[in-house]
Each structure stands twice: as structure tokens, then as C-alpha cells.
């Protein structure tokens, strides 16, 4: 017979409480062990783990769209200077690809929670830009959440703009933000989405092997995107990931193309757009204008220093590079000497 409660307490014995546990916010898309990343030391297998989560979110989300029929793209970036072109089809109507939603900007965002990361962002010294991953990471572009951010930080900037109370921080956390934008753009302006480049075994839709985008290859196409975006003739031959297709360096592409499994992509990412969950990170590139146009991009001595190759032969991005450090009065980065690996000046 079973002992009741009072023959334990007689006996010394104690019940043990029921211990409830629940999955974690980061477990909500796990469906097997296999699938549990948390935990997980090796970067590799945790890396391939994600990739395959986050895929299988990817392919749930085109069904929806195609069941719905009406697919929502991300709102576009506020840049200093106006986009001039838009690639449009021979009839003159705008590229499916590339057609856009304007979006009333609310300048009173319902999410507490988001502006609460955004504002702890710039009210230190230097911006906890750390407290961010809570939400997304700079690399991992299909997160969710990652229009819902980029929304409501546009929303952020332009109310401090408007109250008259930009900071020297709000910079730092911008720039890192506006290179998400641009690249997000540009896989718009190609006509592929940026959920693409998230998949480790994709193939860039220019190359022969790829069949999903048969009309992304056509001569009438092709000659109405922008001059600094439209594929190269390595691009067009050698098989890579379609994340290289969004830099609007053509010769930039081409150097990672023919390196291409021979550096970590992770550490390029890095090193290219800045770590969200980093407060020290730094970013590769600094976004001035239309994100289609060489002329708007700066590179950074952080990314001279790490990768100096990938610059090789990319006249026009150094031209615009000295040129916007110029206009700050700042002198022009030695190239010659990044690959070198003399990192400096010109004195």
C-alpha cells in the first residue's frame, strides 16, 4: 500500500516539488534533439544547425506567400541622396524584383521593447549596441524580427532628428544598420530575396547551374540594372553564393569568387558589416548614398588591415573611399600599403 502523507512526515520523508521546465525564446523553432543548437560549442555544428532551422522557416514563409499571393518587402532606406533609377521591365512598369512599399513613418512606435534596446544603445558613453543581439544579429538577415528592427530603429532616428537631439552615438549604431539596408536593397534591385543568401548550399541565380531564376539572366534584364550590380563574367561562369551578388564592386566580387572556400565567411561578415552583438565592432564599409552605386561606399582602415586582398583592383571603390574621408577633412587611406599590410596614412 501506497504511503500517505502523514506515514512520510512520520517517517522523516519529504514529498519533491514538481520542477516545470519550458523551452527557452530561441528553442521556439526546435522540432527534434538535432535540431537544439543551445549548448552547442562547436561553431560548425552549431552554424549548420541554425542553417537548417532557419531554412525550414524560409521554406514555410514562401508558401505563405505564395498561398497569399501578395509578398511584403522590407521599406526602403532613407539615404542622403535620392535613388535615380529603378530597374523596370521593356513596357517602362518597375521590376517585380524591385517594386517597393512606401511606409508612413509612426513616430510613436507601440514596441516599448524595441525602442527600450534602441535608446539603452546611445545613453552610455559608447553605444551598448550588445543589447541588440536580443533581438537580431547584423549576419543572420533572415531572423524573423529583423524588418520588425529595422523599422522601428528608422522610426527611433527620425524622432531624435526631429526633437533636434542627435548624438555622436546615434552614428555608430546607423552605420551598422545601413549596411543591412543596403544589401537588403540591392537583393532587391537584383530581384532575389535576402532569405536566399541564407542558405549554405545556394547558388547565385547568374550562374549556368542555377535554374530557379532563368529570367535574372537575360540580356534585356541584365542591361537595366545598375553598371556597378550587373554580373560579371566570372559571376556569370563560376558557380557561388548569391551574398556575393549584393556588393556593388564588380571587381570586389570577382576577387571573392576566385577565393571562395578559401576564407571564413563568418569572419568576412563580420569584418564587412559589424557585429550587432558586439560593442566593439567594427564595420567595413560606410554607406553614403544609393547602395547600388560604388560612389557611396567608403571602406574603412579596418577592413584595409584584415582583408586588403578582397580590395585588389577596385579603382572606382578607392576613389570614392579617399573622397568622402576628404570631404571630412581626413587624409586618404595608402592602399598600397593596406596590401602590404602597412596599414597607414599618407603622410
Given at each position: ?54 531554412q525550414r ?12 499571393s501578395s ?54 558613453s559608447y ?221
Amino acid at each position: 500500500m501506497a504511503p500517505n502523507n502523514e506515514s512520510l512526515a512520520a517517517g522523516g520523508g519529504m514529498q519533491t516539488p514538481t520542477l516545470i521546465l519550458d523551452r527557452m525564446p530561441q528553442q521556439t523553432r526546435i522540432q527534434s534533439l538535432n535540431d537544439d543548437w543551445t549548448g552547442q560549442s562547436n561553431q560548425s555544428e552549431r552554424k549548420r544547425r541554425q542553417n537548417r532551422i532557419n531554412q525550414r522557416a524560409y521554406r514555410k514563409r514562401k508558401e505563405a506567400q505564395v498561398q497569399s499571393s501578395s509578398v511584403q518587402h522590407v521599406s526602403p532606406i532613407s539615404y542622403p541622396f535620392k535613388a535615380t533609377w529603378q530597374p523596370s521591365d521593356e513596357d517602362g512598369n518597375i521590376a517585380q524584383g524591385a517594386k517597393r512599399q512606401d511606409r508612413p513613418i509612426d513616430l510613436n512606435p507601440q514596441d516599448n521593447g524595441l525602442w527600450q534596446l534602441f535608446n539603452s544603445a546611445i545613453t552610455s558613453s559608447y553605444p551598448r549596441v550588445s543589447e541588440l543581439s536580443q533581438v537580431a544579429v547584423i549576419c543572420r538577415l533572415e531572423d524573423d524580427k529583423s524588418d520588425k528592427i529595422i523599422e522601428e530603429f528608422q522610426k527611433w532616428v527620425t524622432r531624435n532628428h526631429l526633437m533636434g537631439s542627435p548624438t555622436a552615438d546615434h552614428v555608430l549604431v546607423l552605420i551598422k544598420f545601413n549596411i543591412f539596408r543596403a544589401l537588403s536593397n540591392n537583393s532587391l534591385i537584383l530581384g532575389f530575396p535576402i532569405e536566399l543568401t541564407m542558405e549554405d548550399d545556394a547558388l547565385s541565380p547568374f550562374t549556368p547551374l542555377s535554374e530557379d531564376e532563368d529570367r535574372l539572366k537575360r540580356p534585356e534584364i541584365l542591361s537595366k540594372l545598375p553598371a556597378a550590380l550587373r554580373p560579371t563574367v566570372l559571376q556569370s561562369q563560376v558557380p557561388h553564393h548569391p551574398w556575393i551578388d549584393l556588393l556593388p564592386v564588380p571587381r570586389m566580387r570577382d576577387n571573392l569568387i576566385l577565393a571562395e572556400n578559401t576564407y571564413d565567411e563568418y569572419f568576412l561578415c563580420e569584418s564587412l558589416c559589424g557585429l550587432i552583438n558586439s560593442p566593439n565592432s567594427t564595420t567595413g564599409f560606410i554607406i553614403w548614398g544609393d547602395p547600388w552605386d560604388t560612389a557611396g561606399w567608403e571602406v574603412t582602415p579596418h577592413l584595409l588591415q584584415k582583408w586588403a586582398w578582397i580590395l585588389e583592383g577596385c579603382t572606382e571603390l578607392k576613389k570614392s573611399t579617399n573622397y568622402w574621408r576628404q570631404r571630412r577633412g581626413e587624409r586618404p587611406l595608402n592602399f598600397e600599403r593596406g596590401f602590404n599590410e602597412m596599414v597607414t596614412e599618407i603622410p
